[in-house]
Nanobody
């Protein structure tokens, strides 16, 4: 199992920005597919973004496309989620996830503890 630790969450006003980071363990991080998910209060967990092993392919939920950007730095074993033009609807606990096998479609089997993002109106 891959160990994942998210950071960078906080409180921000609508229209503001935050960058989340996810540090991963493992000696083969460069082969992992990585994703971000979120869970809003009273809601089910939902997909946010996904990036393949070399960063060449990215995928976004319709609700965040053009506002959020997922990226990775394999040399640092880290994946990022840059969030721009945040809305109150983006308020949620954000989770990092990993698919160590790089399956197609991804099978996310490892999860971080989550980091809280709160967007005020």
């Amino acid at each position: 199992q891959v160990q994942l630790v998210e950071s960078g969450g906080g409180l921000v006003q609508a229209g503001g920005s935050l960058r989340l980071s996810c540090a991963a363990s493992g000696r083969t991080f460069s082969r992992y597919a990585m994703g971000w998910f979120r869970r809003a209060p009273g809601k089910e967990r939902e997909f946010v973004a996904h990036i393949n092993w070399n960063g060449g392919s990215t995928y976004y939920a319709d609700s965040v496309r053009a506002r959020f950007t997922i990226s990775r730095d394999n040399a640092k074993n880290t994946v990022y989620l840059q969030m721009m033009f945040l809305k109150p609807e983006d308020t949620a606990v954000y989770y990092c996830a990993a698919d160590p096998r790089g399956s197609i479609p991804p099978n996310f089997s490892s999860w971080g503890q989550g980091t809280q993002v709160t967007v005020s109106s």
